[in-house]
């Protein structure tokens, strides 16, 4: 059973455009959310996290808009640039040791 | 300072075998998670190390085993493989308070014939 779904599977983005990556949960009980960014042939790294009691985080040109309401979160890539091409996951937890993570996105941002 | 060290990179095993992966944490933490990611998946918990002690378990069989030992690093070890254990295993490192941001080694490669 997928805890966090996510979508889409891939994105492809021009430079400069918006990138927008998508979740969906259920377990009410999650009280952290954080993105994570993966290139090849790495692990990944923590790109920004948000808690259910704010709406919105911004971090750069990255900025996560969370909707308590609704179960849902979406990462938000602005000025999108070919370095950002990588595959991106999100995750939520209510342990703060064990993560949930959806399927990945896959984002090429085409010069 | 130093960041999550995996070994080896890749390893080839049969259906049957066991296998021990190990991972050496970022300087400074002491708590070890272990997670499986299959292709086109994200990384699934396998469970969580604090001070040698289990703390924490994902939805695995006891076939799945780990230690950590006093240096902080630690073993995964998977027993009677089967082909659907070939994936990436992700060693985090972090501090060992709640929520705390978790540092990811590179992985281990593991393919099960």
């Known amino acids: 059973q997928q805890q966090v779904k996510q979508s889409p599977q891939s994105l492809i983005v021009q430079k400069g455009g918006i990138s927008i990556i998508n979740c969906a949960y259920e377990n009410t009980a999650f009280d952290y959310f954080p993105w994570y960014q993966q290139f090849p042939g790495k692990g990944p790294a923590l790109l920004i996290a948000i808690r259910p009691d704010v709406s919105e985080k911004k971090e750069g040109r990255f900025t996560i808009s969370f909707n308590k309401s609704a179960k849902q979160f979406s990462l938000h890539i602005m000025d999108s640039q070919p370095g950002d091409s990588a595959t991106y996951f999100c995750?939520?937890?209510?342990?703060?040791?064990?993560?949930?993570f959806g399927t990945g996105t896959s984002l090429t941002v085409i010069p | 300072e130093t960041g999550v060290t995996q070994s080896p990179t890749h390893l080839i095993k049969t259906r049957g075998q066991q296998v021990t992966l190990r991972c050496s944490s970022q300087s400074g933490h002491n708590t070890v998670s272990w997670y499986q990611q299959a292709l086109g998946q994200g990384p699934q918990f396998i469970f969580q190390y604090y001070r040698e002690e289990e703390n924490g378990r994902g939805n695995f069989p006891p076939r799945f085993s780990g230690l950590q030992f006093p240096n902080y690093s630690s073993e995964l070890n998977v027993n009677a493989l089967e082909l659907d254990d070939s994936a990436l295993y992700l060693c985090?490192?972090?501090?060992?308070?709640?929520?705390?941001?978790?540092?990811f080694g590179p992985g281990t490669r593991l393919t099960v014939l």
């Open positions: 985090a490192s972090s501090l060992p308070s709640s929520y705390n941001e978790q540092f």
């Open positions: 995750a939520a937890t209510n342990t703060g040791n064990q993560f949930y």
